[in-house]
């Protein structure tokens, strides 16, 4: 009985030490289950980094993951959407370009400590993919020459639908349309383009707008763009877009394609290997690049995480100096301008030659993040000339392959904020988003209202557009109900009586136009003579530019407006072509006007900018039949190489360069036409009479081994048999002796040079 009771004894402590190591291991496993995994993420050296005092640079993504990113777009849930051209300049021959090795990948970041560990590929074999963008619940992407959208399901495409056939059409890799950025006006703008877009009911629109820029496209809060050449940093807009210039006979300069920065100065903190390094000028003493000359990617920074002095920064991509620059904006009434913001120093710049920051974006979390193409050849077969070629040989530049990175920037003394999924957000919260102090997030929600097209929202927009006090609310409210086609003549006629906000009733103002009828002309005629008894400036401005609409119901009525305002700024510029513009199409009543009321202009500019646009309208050139040549070789050379910064037209690209139309470089003697051509020309030029101060250099195609003397004869001829009534003619002989006429230092012509 002793034995059997110990050995019950025995058994059941066995039973209980069972349990508890049972109950233990369970334990364990839910702790060890439930503790977030990590991941070891490669870790890339900054050392050779610098960045301005108070910030940090960090590393958001790299290789292995990412390949050449040269694009990048965060989804609803803040996760990283990456384009990478891996087929560009993989060697210096540019072997390879053509591949289908191109692809759009999702980042993610599963341990959630701020660098991603698992990238997973949403498209795959594209050939030189450029561009993409979050909009109406899919994406948008670039794969010259398509635009295409595709809705995504499970991170996975589905439907999709060709946009546009001839999105980048013409031109090399460096030369074609980009961008793909939603503006407040709820239409999707591009660099290096004339064309905007988007999607209404279903149906894809494509609309012309203003040709801007080359790399790279961003907006400010109230709403102008920005973008840039190679050669010039900042360039921008001083009114919203759309707004001017649409006068069909007449092409104003005073407010769009405006040079912000006064000088094109770039600090590298070595000596740099840039395309035309042997040009005077171009390196100083110690080879350090002394201008720009691949400025591309700008942002202006709207987010909440640098600091108040910081917003509305302008930030630039410097990729040939391995450098991030920053200007600081100042506005002053409409015009708009730029300067340095540290004196000879950068914001980010490295000893790195790896190191290409192509693009810049503003993030869900208020920071900004630095897409780095990380690729030693920077520079395109089509233009690269011999000298740099060796020196990327040289350098063993061309090894730089395989890799890349997206950099984050944070303020060090800034709390990290998490990242919210603004998909998961109710109507109200979204509508509350709108007054929220970082820029992605009230964009973002601007386009998810819009897409979603709730009514709920009406009634809440309303409430902020009259009841807020934050300005930049009240036009993301403003142009959310325009994008659901709820916006009111009413509630606009409301804002333009109530407002106080210059910002708030400029947009009112580009808004109501729209919205003319007869019946609404005297309601509207009283609220622009109230305006105008404002003395404001800006609001002026918009009002001389928003005038057709009404002008066309009732011209009569108008006129007199329009008189007095541009009385009111005789000799600005500006003003008189945001008259001209609102004169479309009723030009010879105004004159009429002028004439019957006795009404003096000849001290007034508008006086030339109307006598100029009338002869225009009454002799209007025929426009040239570039159909007819389109299949000749001459004209396909052109369209891809000439064309992207002369225009297909032949009528120029402001800060890009000049008119090819009246060019006497075209019209004149064909031996300096050839020269040019082959050796190519440097700025400043004269054109039919006009000085083109352009800081950038046309390249010369002798050093390409892929142009023959047959391709040059051909520019030639289609050049002469477009843009000029007599010219002389020449041969290939001839062609191959000027090869060797080359210009005095071995770098580009001089117009003095030439013309002597």
Same mark, same amino acid.
């Given at each position: 009985?002793?034995?059997?009771?110990?050995?019950?004894?025995?058994?059941?402590?066995?039973? %209980?030490?069972?349990?508890?190591q049972f109950f233990y291991l369970i334990a364990f496993i839910l702790v060890v289950g439930c503790k977030q995994k990590s991941f070891d993420e490669p870790k890339i050296p900054l050392a050779s980094y610098q960045i301005e005092d108070g910030f940090e640079l960090q590393v958001a993504v790299s290789e292995p993951l990412i390949e050449a990113p040269v694009a990048m777009d965060f989804d609803?849930?803040?996760?990283?959407?990456?384009?990478?051209?891996?087929?560009?300049?993989?060697?210096?021959?540019?072997?390879?370009?053509?591949?289908?090795?191109?692809?759009?990948?999702?980042?993610?970041?599963?341990?959630? @400590?701020?660098?991603?560990?698992?990238?997973?590929?949403?498209?795959?074999?594209?050939?030189?993919?450029?561009?993409?963008?979050?909009?109406?619940?899919?994406?948008?992407?670039?794969?010259?020459?398509?635009?295409?959208?595709?809705?995504? &399901?499970? @991170?996975?495409?589905?439907?999709?639908?060709?946009?546009?056939?001839?999105?980048? @059409?013409?031109?090399? %890799?460096?030369?074609?349309?980009?961008?793909?950025?939603?503006?407040?006006?709820?239409?999707?703008?591009?660099?290096?383009?004339?064309?905007?877009?988007?999607?209404?009911?279903?149906?894809?629109? #494509?609309?012309?707008?203003?040709?801007?820029?080359?790399?790279?496209?961003?907006?400010?809060?109230?709403?102008?763009?920005?973008?840039?050449?190679?050669? %010039?940093?900042?360039?921008?807009?001083?009114?919203?877009?759309?707004?001017?210039? #649409?006068?069909?006979?007449?092409?104003?300069?005073?407010?769009?394609?405006?040079?912000?920065?006064?000088?094109?100065?770039?600090?590298?903190?070595?000596?740099?290997?840039?395309?035309?390094?042997?040009?005077?000028?171009?390196?100083?003493?110690?080879?350090?690049?002394?201008?720009?000359?691949?400025?591309?990617?700008?942002? +202006?920074?709207?987010?909440?995480?640098?600091?108040?002095?910081?917003?509305?920064?302008?930030?630039?991509?410097?990729?040939?100096?391995?450098?991030?620059?920053?200007?600081?904006?100042?506005?002053?009434?409409?015009?708009?301008?730029?300067?340095?913001?540290?004196?000879?120093?950068?914001?980010?710049?490295?000893?790195?030659?790896?190191?290409?920051?192509?693009?810049?974006?503003?993030?869900?979390?208020?920071?900004?993040?630095?897409?780095?193409?990380?690729?030693?050849?920077?520079?395109?077969?089509?233009?690269?000339?011999?000298?740099?070629?060796?020196?990327?040989?040289?350098?063993?530049?061309?090894?730089?392959?395989?890799?890349?990175?997206?950099?984050?920037? +944070?303020?060090?003394?800034?709390?990290?904020?998490?990242?919210?999924?603004?998909?998961?957000?109710?109507?109200?919260?979204?509508?509350?988003?709108?007054?929220?102090?970082?820029?992605?997030?009230?964009?973002?929600?601007?386009?998810?209202?819009?897409? &979603?097209?709730?009514?709920?929202?009406?009634?809440?927009?309303?409430?902020?557009?009259?009841?807020?006090?934050?300005?930049?609310?009240?036009?993301?409210?403003?142009?959310?109900?325009?994008?659901?086609?709820?916006?009111?003549?009413?509630?606009?006629?409301?804002?333009?009586?109530?407002?106080?906000?210059?910002?708030?009733?400029?947009?009112?103002?580009?808004?109501?136009?729209?919205?003319?009828?007869?019946?609404?002309?005297?309601?509207?005629?009283?609220?622009?003579?109230?305006?105008?008894?404002?003395?404001?400036?800006?609001?002026?401005?918009?009002?001389?530019?928003?005038?057709?609409?009404?002008?066309?119901?009732?011209?009569?009525?108008?006129?007199?407006?329009?008189?007095?305002?541009?009385?009111?700024?005789?000799?600005?510029?500006?003003?008189?072509?945001?008259?001209?513009?609102?004169?479309?199409?009723?030009?010879?009543?105004?004159?009429?006007?002028?004439?019957?009321?006795?009404?003096?202009?000849?001290?007034?500019? $508008?006086?030339?900018? $109307?006598?100029?646009?009338?002869?225009?309208?009454?002799? &209007?050139?025929?426009?040239?039949?570039v159909t007819k040549a389109s299949n000749t070789s001459g004209y396909k050379i052109f369209r891809n190489f000439c064309a992207t910064c002369h225009g297909f037209n032949g009528e120029g690209i402001e800060q890009l360069a000049p008119p090819l139309e009246n060019s006497e470089y075209v019209t004149g003697s064909t031996k300096r036409l050839t020269l040019v051509l082959l050796h190519g020309?440097?700025?400043?030029?004269?054109?039919?009479?006009?000085?083109?101060?352009?800081?950038?250099?046309?390249?010369?195609?002798?050093?390409?081994?892929?142009?023959?003397?047959? @391709?040059?004869?051909?520019?030639?001829?289609?050049?002469?048999?477009?843009?000029?009534?007599?010219?002389?003619?020449?041969?290939?002989?001839?062609?191959?002796?000027?090869?060797?006429?080359?210009?005095?230092?071995?770098?580009?012509?001089?117009?003095?040079?030439?013309?002597?």
């Amino acid at each position: 009985m002793i034995f059997q009771t110990s050995l019950l004894k025995a058994i059941f402590s066995k039973i %209980v030490s069972y349990k508890f190591q049972f109950f233990y291991l369970i334990a364990f496993i839910l702790v060890v289950g439930c503790k977030q995994k990590s991941f070891d993420e490669p870790k890339i050296p900054l050392a050779s980094y610098q960045i301005e005092d108070g910030f940090e640079l960090q590393v958001a993504v790299s290789e292995p993951l990412i390949e050449a990113p040269v694009a990048m777009d965060f989804d609803n849930e803040g996760r990283m959407w990456v384009v990478e051209m891996k087929g560009y300049m993989r060697n210096l021959q540019g072997i390879g370009d053509e591949m289908p090795n191109g692809v759009i990948s999702i980042m993610e970041d599963l341990d959630h @400590d701020g660098v991603a560990d698992h990238s997973k590929i949403f498209l795959d074999s594209l050939i030189l993919p450029r561009a993409i963008a979050h909009v109406y619940g899919g994406l948008l992407y670039a794969e010259p020459p398509m635009l295409w959208f595709v809705d995504i &399901k499970d @991170d996975k495409p589905e439907n999709k639908i060709l946009v546009d056939s001839s999105y980048a @059409d013409g031109g090399n %890799v460096e030369h074609q349309p980009n961008g793909l950025m939603m503006h407040l006006d709820n239409w999707i703008y591009n660099a290096k383009s004339k064309f905007r877009y988007q999607r209404k009911k279903g149906e894809w629109l #494509k609309e012309k707008t203003a040709f801007r820029g080359q790399w790279g496209i961003t907006k400010d809060n109230f709403g102008r763009l920005y973008y840039n050449t190679n050669s %010039v940093q900042l360039i921008g807009d001083y009114v919203l877009p759309n707004t001017t210039n #649409k006068n069909l006979n007449y092409k104003g300069s005073a407010l769009q394609n405006k040079r912000l920065t006064p000088n094109q100065r770039v600090f590298p903190l070595h000596a740099t290997s840039v395309n035309r390094g042997y040009v005077k000028g171009v390196l100083d003493k110690d080879s350090v690049l002394v201008n720009v000359t691949s400025a591309c990617g700008p942002l +202006i920074y709207t987010g909440d995480n640098f600091g108040s002095e910081f917003i509305e920064n302008a930030f630039i991509c410097a990729p040939e100096a391995n450098a991030v620059k920053r200007n600081i904006l100042t506005f002053e009434s409409f015009i708009v301008k730029a300067r340095q913001a540290i004196p000879k120093k950068e914001f980010i710049v490295s000893t790195d030659e790896g190191f290409r920051p192509v693009n810049l974006n503003n993030g869900p979390d208020g920071n900004m993040y630095v897409v780095d193409m990380h690729r030693g050849i920077l520079q395109d077969k089509v233009f690269l000339t011999s000298y740099l070629k060796n020196q990327y040989a040289e350098k063993k530049l061309d090894t730089i392959i395989g890799m890349g990175r997206i950099l984050r920037v +944070i303020n060090k003394q800034s709390v990290p904020k998490e990242i919210i999924n603004i998909e998961e957000l109710s109507v109200s919260e979204l509508v509350d988003l709108l007054s929220h102090k970082n820029g992605w997030l009230r964009d973002r929600a601007q386009q998810l209202l819009v897409f &979603k097209n709730d009514p709920a929202a009406i009634s809440l927009l309303e409430n902020v557009i009259f009841d807020s006090r934050n300005k930049i609310a009240k036009v993301h409210a403003l142009h959310t109900l325009n994008g659901m086609q709820a916006l009111s003549f009413n509630t606009l006629e409301r804002v333009l009586k109530l407002e106080n906000e210059s910002n708030v009733i400029c947009h009112a103002l580009v808004l109501v136009e729209s919205h003319a009828t007869r019946s609404r002309l005297p309601l509207m005629l009283e609220i622009i003579e109230e305006l105008t008894g404002k003395d404001n400036p800006e609001v002026d401005l918009y009002i001389l530019n928003t005038l057709n609409g009404w002008g066309q119901i009732l011209s009569e009525k108008v006129f007199p407006i329009l008189s007095k305002l541009s009385e009111k700024y005789t000799d600005n510029l500006a003003y008189q072509e945001s008259a001209i513009n609102s004169l479309r199409g009723i030009e010879d009543g105004y004159k009429l006007y002028l004439d019957e009321e006795n009404i003096d202009i000849s001290e007034n500019k $508008l006086d030339v900018i $109307l006598g100029e646009t009338l002869i225009n309208k009454q002799d &209007k050139k025929k426009k040239r039949n570039v159909t007819k040549a389109s299949n000749t070789s001459g004209y396909k050379i052109f369209r891809n190489f000439c064309a992207t910064c002369h225009g297909f037209n032949g009528e120029g690209i402001e800060q890009l360069a000049p008119p090819l139309e009246n060019s006497e470089y075209v019209t004149g003697s064909t031996k300096r036409l050839t020269l040019v051509l082959l050796h190519g020309l440097a700025g400043p030029v004269h054109v039919n009479g006009k000085l083109y101060e352009l800081n950038g250099t046309m390249p010369g195609l002798a050093n390409n081994p892929a142009f023959t003397d047959l @391709d040059i004869l051909n520019i030639i001829s289609y050049l002469q048999s477009t843009f000029s009534k007599d010219s002389e003619s020449i041969n290939l002989d001839q062609i191959k002796a000027l090869r060797n006429v080359k210009p005095k230092g071995g770098g580009v012509y001089s117009e003095k040079e030439l013309l002597n």
